[in-house]
């Protein structure tokens, strides 16, 4: 069986069998439900939002608020965490009771606004179009091998 490699963001994702391109497909669909839920804005990279997903839905999560933060919002702001608030909405009553006892400010409960949820979805959807192709593709091949056999 030949290996698939998928490129999403930035990063390489390498494939032995469909049935894990097929689990990545699932997980891309989960972190579309969890677009516009509210969630927490840590504090440090690469947990500044910690989508609750599994496998690869961490490194698809970090890279998917990195492309809101940095290509999709053009914004002259360096750090990413500012960013983020500049295309979300702060839930800071949630924030003042969750950081009562820190010296800072260090976790905030976010929502993205309805632009950024839209572009975070429509560009998780194109993901996923592309690895539902990719998929059918492995396997009419697969069954053209065991055809052959």
Not at 4 to 15: G, I, S
Not at 63 to 90: N, P, Q, V
Not at 136 to 142: A, C, I, L, N
Request: hydrophobic content about 35%.
């Amino acid at each position: 069986m030949q290996e698939r490699v998928y490129k999403a963001f930035k990063r390489e994702y390498l494939y032995r069998c469909p049935s894990e391109l097929e689990r990545d497909i699932e997980i891309v669909k989960n972190l579309m439900d969890e677009i516009p839920k509210p969630q927490t804005l840590g504090p440090v990279w690469p947990d500044f939002i910690a989508f609750d997903t599994e496998g690869n839905g961490k490194h698809l999560g970090n890279d998917l608020i990195s492309w809101l933060a940095f290509e999709w919002h053009g914004s002259e702001t360096f750090r990413i965490r500012d960013r983020l608030l500049e295309i979300a909405i702060e839930d800071s009553d949630s924030a003042k009771e969750r950081n009562k006892d820190y010296t800072n400010v260090y976790h905030r409960k976010i929502t993205l606004i309805k632009k950024a949820q839209t572009a975070a979805i429509e560009r998780l959807k194109s993901i996923v179009d592309e690895m539902e192709a990719m998929l059918s593709s492995w396997m009419k091949e697969e069954a053209g091998r065991s055809l052959q056999r």
